[in-house]
């Protein structure tokens, strides 16, 4: 299967505090993407990091790369409850896959 | 320059019945991709198409579901004879080239609720 697999599956934390996702995929990629969704809403990007890139950045957010174990992270820090939403990992292999997904509930 | 406009929004559908679900790409983007995500869960890619032509489907059902793209007008996703498991939210997303910075633009989704 190339479906990509996220943990934690669900992360609650209080405001101010960081908070890390991670993905694996199980293909080689060109790139890696991180989408937010909001409840019932359509997914929104992120920030986008190359096979050839490590780390990047963009604001409150963190995306690293580490082709050789097949894994990203997506680290929000000091968050806000503005924040809470659905956080998907989009991987682009053969087709452009999404993993499970991370539900972020952060508390005021 | 409008974003990626889906419609109808909501659907309802008894089973056995047609469903039509739209997507209009943003101007100037030619590659569109169909997703469908079950409640609590993500989104599971089924089609994409590119103007007139379908480049890959192999995430959409052989029987009942069909997906086109034409060289005027929205892409289609249609369901023929649709049962209860195929409630779920379909999302249409566009990019202007697989390649150039991989972005998807997602639509707002279309929930079909099959009665």
């Known amino acids: 299967s190339q479906q990509g697999e996220e943990d934690p599956q669900a992360l609650s934390i209080q405001e101010g505090e960081n908070a890390t996702m991670n993905c694996s995929y199980k293909?080689?990629?060109?790139?890696l993407q991180w989408y937010r969704q909001n409840s019932g809403r359509g997914l929104v990007h992120l920030i986008l990091?190359?096979?050839?890139?490590r780390e990047k950045h963009s604001g409150r957010l963190r995306v690293t790369l580490d082709t050789s174990k097949k894994s990203s992270s997506l680290l929000i820090t000091a968050s806000r409850a503005a924040d809470t939403a659905s956080y998907f990992c989009?991987?682009?292999?053969?087709?452009?896959?999404f993993g499970e997904g991370t539900q972020l509930t952060v508390n005021p | 320059n409008a974003g990626v406009m889906q419609n109808p929004r909501h659907l309802v559908r008894r089973r056995g019945q047609e469903a039509r679900l739209r997507c209009s790409p943003m101007?100037?983007?030619?590659?569109v991709y169909w997703y469908r995500q079950l409640p609590e869960e993500g989104l599971k890619f089924m089609v994409y198409?590119?103007?007139?032509?379908?480049?890959?489907e192999s995430g959409m059902p052989k029987e009942r579901f069909s997906a086109e793209f034409p060289k005027e007008g929205p892409s289609i996703l249609r369901i023929q004879q649709v049962v209860r498991g195929d409630s779920a939210a379909y999302f249409c997303?566009?990019?202007?080239?697989?390649?150039?910075?991989?972005?998807?633009?997602f639509g707002e989704g279309s929930r079909l609720t099959v009665l």
């Open positions: 997303a566009s990019s202007p080239n697989q390649e150039a910075t991989g972005e998807l633009f």
């Open positions: 293909t080689s990629i060109n790139n």
């Open positions: 990091i190359r096979s050839n890139e």
């Open positions: 989009l991987f682009s292999g053969s087709r452009l896959t």
């Open positions: 101007k100037g983007h030619s590659h």
């Open positions: 198409l590119q103007k007139e032509n379908i480049i890959d």
